[in-house]
């Protein structure tokens, strides 16, 4: 019996971070998946606003002829404190995630693998998918902390996605070049692929 590929991303958790003279949101996207193109069936990492734009960007420049779907409206005033206007902020990010892990094309793209399930700066995402031998990878990978995401081994090959993670401030960290494994669908698994969006856990 075949096993449907599923991957289950959310949103969730917002947090105010301080930088230099202003304060921003970051948010902590979770992923539990038994799809072949994630070595790394469980994690979570923190990622902000300007940090989705950017992700963006990189994916329409390497698919041109695909419509992305869009972000949620950046607005010049965001309230941070307006709980209304962070909750739409985040419905439209987890949306915008959903979207795109549902297109192939999208998903062999290696800087989503490394904005989805790692913690590194743009920059340094650029200089790992540039880099022609994988060392330079290997560089940066062996310097972040070698830390879990706070699910356990035991359950990455189940497909339920009711994991209820207690203190989301735990990142997930690579400790390996696998993460850059390709992925090139063929169109007979990209039909076959499910996206499941995960509602956020109860507290």
């Not at 994690?43 to 990189?58: D, G, H, T």
């Not at 909750?87 to 989503?112: A, T, W």
Request: hydrophobic share 35%.
């Amino acid at each position: 019996m075949h096993l449907q590929e599923t991957i289950c991303i959310w949103v969730r958790d917002p947090k105010v971070q301080k930088e230099d003279w202003h304060s921003y949101l970051d948010y902590e996207i979770c992923i539990h998946t038994n799809s072949m193109c994630f070595t790394r069936k469980n994690s979570r990492v923190r990622r902000r606003f300007r940090e989705f734009v950017w992700l963006r960007q990189r994916l329409q420049s390497n698919a041109v002829l695909i419509d992305l779907p869009e972000l949620p409206s950046k607005t010049p005033f965001f309230n941070i404190s307006n709980a209304q206007t962070v909750e739409q902020r985040i419905r439209g990010l987890q949306e915008f995630l959903n979207k795109v892990v549902q297109c192939p094309l999208l998903l062999s793209d290696s800087r989503l693998h490394l904005f989805l399930q790692t913690q590194l700066t743009p920059e340094e995402m650029e200089a790992c998918v540039s880099a022609r031998p994988h060392t330079r990878w290997l560089k940066l990978s062996t310097n972040l902390p070698n830390q879990t995401g706070g699910f356990p081994e035991e359950e990455e090959e189940q497909t339920s996605c009711n994991v209820t993670p207690e203190s989301s401030s735990v990142l997930a960290y690579p400790n390996d070049a696998s993460l850059l494994r390709g992925c090139k669908p063929s169109a007979e698994q990209g039909e076959a692929w499910t996206t499941a969006l995960a509602p956020s856990p109860s507290k």
